[in-house]
């Protein structure tokens, strides 16, 4: 049997996935000109939207382009260790026979630091961090860092404290940062980091449907498809890339070696597929919320569509005043979305069918 084109594994890249080209394309070039806003950039939008594929395939593209490094890796308390360590494992991989003024490595790795005249003085990261980019700059090689999940650890603050002080000295460096909303709200509003408010900020939302249903008949193009089954598949995605997956996937999956997809084939894969998404989305992000948060997302499960928001009072028997405080925090959450004056909808599909299961 073929090899299922659709991968369901978070954190990694899909072997079948729908491009971003533009925003894809606008970074990249922004590389190219070291005054240009695009180069710091910040990527926000919900789980399964694209976040993580789209950083390892920035990450792919510049294999090839020598006068880049590319430090690929996410928010966490040890990250600016790791950003350390591999800026010296990239410096000896690319220079091997040469040494970093004021570094001495010793004889069980990188991890000992960085060393200075007298070998028992280490410095903390913002002096590592400045010796190794100057190494590169000398050899002008820019560094680009690629940070997933963004969180407002001391660890976070401490890399980009310290990225924007070289930043202003001009130095040869692109950031990318990728989040989830809630969790780059609390970046943004971190006193220290107010410079992040000003870098270039960019919504990953919904694909059209369109170029769903094009990628769906060029996979299936092979297979002996029931007419209109691949056109109403493309549409239960609502353009949500993680549930283009797990539909693809799925289908493939239950086409078996007849290669024959219709109604039956597809009712099995989105019954599967909408499992899989409560478990992997809609679970993580209900138990993420405060238990007020989890009572109104629950009354706005019961509402019938168009959802008028300030219905949800009534439900929850508070004021609509009280309730509007949470409309805000889970459009923040990434969970409901703005639909018209005072409507509102959910994010992800079949969010409804989830609540139901509550």
Known sequence: MEKNPFNLQFGKRPKQFLARQDVLDTFLNSLDDMDSAEKESLLVGIRGI???TLLSDIAESMKVNKQWVVINTFASDHITKDISDTLVYEYQKRFPKQKISGINIGAAGISVGLNFNNPSQKYGFATQFRILIDAFTKEDIGILFLV???VNVPEVRDFLSNYQILLRENKKMALLLAGLPNNVSSVLNDKVLTFLWRINRLELGAINTQIILFSYEDIFENFEVSAGVLEKAAKLTQGYPYLYQLIGYYLF???SDAKRIGEKELDRAIEVAKNQLFDKVLKLMYLEMSPKDQEIFLALGKLESPIHFSDVASQVGET?????????????????????YGLVEFVVPFTKDFLKTL
């Open 50 to 52: 694209g976040k993580t």
């Open 320 to 340: 609509k005043n009280y309730t509007a405080q949470y409309r805000l925090r889970l459009i923040e959450l990434g969970v409901i979305r703005e639909a018209g």
């Open 253 to 255: 999956q239950f086409a």
């Open 148 to 150: 997933d999940e963004l």
